[in-house]
């Protein structure tokens, strides 16, 4: 008989991005994107940060300020580090899973690099322009969103051993 509490695809790959998100080392908002393909295969994975090569201290985690004294110039967002980490790979009809909905910036490059389907979690900044924007590309372009009602409000991972 078969295990029936094994969690959903999409509890799965919507954890797979909460997880990545807990490599963000953004005070405010840890975002972790996770790219699946039609056959479900997961493809690329990202999370919001700094660049690569650079010092994570060599720029500001503020967000208020002077634009150039903020994070938002430098900061590269989770589904763009995602689609990059991709490395090329045809990403045409994939889904991206990311716990927040993607800023118009995100939008963009979701749709031109061929995904149909993003499943979110979070729309806490709904009422910016920058949300608006993306909703109305992602209609433009049709591309399906849709926000997940996850079963269970939490999957706990334990590094707990039997010895
Ligand atoms: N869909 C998104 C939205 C935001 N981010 C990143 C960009 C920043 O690091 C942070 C947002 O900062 P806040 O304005 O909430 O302090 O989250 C992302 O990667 N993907
Ligand atoms: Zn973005």
């Known amino acids: 008989m078969k ?11 919507m954890g797979i991005s909460l997880l990545s998100g807990m490599r963000s080392k953004d ?6 994107a996770c790219i699946v393909d039609m056959d479900n295969r ?16 060599d720029f500001p ?23 990059l980490n991709a ?5 045409e009809g994939c889904s991206i899973y990311v716990n927040l ?3 118009h910036d995100c939008a963009r490059n979701i749709i031109q690099s061929g995904i149909k389907k993003v499943y979110y979690l979070d729309d806490k900044y709904k009422d910016t ?7 109305f590309m992602f209609e433009k372009a049709k591309v399906e969103c849709i ?8 999957i706990e991972i334990s590094f707990k051993t039997q010895d």
């Open 3 to 13: 295990r029936t509490d094994y969690i959903s695809w999409d509890e799965y790959f």
């Open 27 to 32: 005070p405010s908002t840890q975002v972790g």
């Open 42 to 57: 997961i493809v690329s994975i990202g999370y919001n940060g700094f660049l690569n090569g650079c010092s994570d201290e």
């Open 61 to 83: 985690w503020e967000r208020e300020g002077d634009f150039l004294n903020t994070k938002y110039p430098y900061v590269v967002h989770a589904e763009q580090n995602a689609i």
């Open 87 to 91: 490395r090329g790979k045809n990403l």
């Open 101 to 103: 909905f993607p800023c």
């Open 129 to 135: 322009d920058s949300t608006k924007a993306s909703k």
């Open 147 to 154: 926000r997940l009602k996850p079963r269970t409000e939490k």
